[in-house]
């Protein structure tokens, strides 16, 4: 399957001769602000110019058909506007039946039904969010084909809150406001507390981000992220008998050392202490992005696996060998894991001129020391979901 042959396999699976659009939402990485989007802390990521695309015929009646080229064993699944309850073999279309449900709750109409085709350029699963890029994705979809007038920011928290209450994975508003607010060569200063932002032009010079996916899949991230919220969460209501804070990420390095002593056990300290400090490292690496310093940028990434690895704990064997494999290379600024963790992707900041011995170095000693391959490729910063034509 290509982007470019997708309106001919549209037209294989739900005949010829009808009027499409074509949709696009990217995939995202977080270059630093790791576990705090829940924390209430400040995050800093970027769309890429991986996504999710999709071509869409409206539909005279109130039916959904649904087509995935990277679920083709599943084949076409079909419902009905006026059933939007979960089925047994519902598969992917729990992302786009739960965004549905939000917009209506939320008081806007459906009208028609439609047919539509979908194909991802992004690894589902590799922790740069497919599934908040497909939420995005039938979000903007609803949008142009119903005509709201309704702001990005909102469809980010109504698809967030398809992937909180449909689906119900428990994540924070990071990914769905990168991928929606996404903007070409800047990444996205994000408040979490108040979802103030700002875009910060992402000038990496003579320097690339390169995706590291070390095919680990995730298995246990689930339960483990929201065992993370859970300790952050107990780890919060020790600190607010000292002090008044709403998050974690409320308090400075300094404010948490004088109070850090009420964290009884030291799981709760280590987890409380990696979102203090992860906060200020974010702050830190965008005012050294800003001042075109690189190599203090490239250091806060490393400081900020460091901390995922020692004290947050959600890194793994598969991410810190391929971290610390980009860690020794020369050309490489910095390397860290990016999203959830326990598997999935790492990134790294590499300068262009040793790109080709950086990847083969990696990609080598990855496979000595896992037994299979990494996936490896460079990525581009690029805008948030939009109606393409
Ligand atoms: P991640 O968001 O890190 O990629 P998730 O497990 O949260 O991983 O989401 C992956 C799921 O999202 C897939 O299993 C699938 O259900 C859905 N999804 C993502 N992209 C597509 C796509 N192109 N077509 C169909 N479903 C998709
Ligand atoms: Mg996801």
Redesign the pocket.
Known sequence: MMVENMKEAFEKVFGEGKETKMFFSP?RVNLIGEHIDYNGGCVFPCAITYG?YAVVSEREDKKVRLY????EERGMIEFELTNLAHTEDE??S??VKGVMVQFLEAGYEIANGFDAY???T?????????????ELLVSQILKELNGYDITMVDMVKLSQKAENEYVG?NCGIM?QFAIGMGKKDSAIKLNTNDLSYEYAEANLGNHSILIMNTNKK?ELADSKYNERRGECEAALELLKTKVDINFLCDLSVAEFDNVSRVLNKDILYRRAKHAVTENERVKLAIDALGSGDLRRFGKLLNASHKSLRDDYEVTGTELDTIVELAWAQEGVLGARMT??GFG?CAIALVKNETLETVKQAIAKGYKEAIGYDADLYVATIGDGTKTLV
């Open positions: 995939g999710t995935s080229g990277n679920f598969n992917w729990a992302y979908v194909f991802g992004i690894p589902n699963g590799s922790g740069l969010s497919s599934s908040a890029s497909l994975v990914d995730r999203g959830a999935g």
